[in-house]
């Protein structure tokens, strides 16, 4: 199921008619969809995300992680992104955080080198989306703080900060183990962890089931491609 659900996506994602006839098909349908019985406002910034940018997030996983995001954004702690691409999913969460910092970690030169049986699916560089083009669309936000480079390599400048809210979309699953290993201690009690491609990429779920295999939180799959954990308040 992985390489044939993978294979596929990445000739589509290459392919920019293809693209267009089937994610984008799809995604223009369920925002129809939204369309009638979600806020306007939510609706506009879905929108305003996707303008004039590449989003690998179907309108249904944008509308989730803008919930999310939204919901967590009330609580104590910073929000954070591991997995940048070209910032649909970024402006997403700069609408929501209100006063809270969001950090964005990605090398922003694409993918790192696959390993394993990944590498007959990925290639580095894949999905690489730039800094400055990120920077731009988001210069008219506040508090937003971008971590170029190889994770975690790229937090060692960071404190003590804690987090309500974190996204992942990296693909691999060694950039997916490292971002649940970096996050997961530093997330506060009822802190979410959201992650992208969850059913379709099994380096992707085998990430997050060796790593919680001795955590007492459970993944909450969701009906998109994502899935999420709940911070417990107690430690494992």
Not at 89 to 109: G, N, P
Not at 114 to 135: I, M
């Amino acid at each position: 199921m992985w390489m044939r659900n993978e294979a596929m996506r990445r000739f589509v994602s290459r392919n920019r008619f293809v693209s267009f006839l089937t994610f984008g098909v799809h995604s223009a349908i369920q925002m129809k969809l939204l369309g009638g019985h979600k806020h306007p406002v939510t609706l506009r910034r879905l929108k305003q995300a996707r303008a004039d940018t590449d989003s690998l997030l179907s309108s249904d996983e944008a509308f989730i992680l803008h919930e999310l995001a939204q919901a967590q954004a009330i609580y104590e702690g910073d929000l954070a992104e591991f997995g940048v691409y070209r910032g649909a999913s970024a402006e997403l969460l700069c609408m929501v955080k209100a006063h809270r910092t969001l950090h964005l970690f990605d090398t922003f030169e694409g993918l790192p080198a696959p390993k394993g049986k990944e590498r007959k699916v990925f290639v580095k560089g894949e999905f690489n989306g730039s800094l400055k083009s990120v920077e731009r669309k988001l210069s008219g936000y506040e508090n937003v703080v971008f971590h170029p480079g190889f994770f975690p390599d790229s937090a060692a400048g960071l404190g003590e900060e804690r987090y309500s809210f974190v996204h992942l979309d990296v693909d691999l699953y060694e950039a997916t183990l490292a971002g649940l290993t970096y996050f997961y201690p530093r997330m506060i009690p009822g802190g979410i962890i959201l992650t992208h491609d969850y059913s379709i990429i099994d380096g992707v779920s085998l990430a997050f089931s060796e790593f919680l295999a001795d955590k007492p939180e459970h993944v909450i799959e969701l009906p998109t491609t994502q899935a999420m954990i709940i911070r417990s308040a107690h430690t494992a």
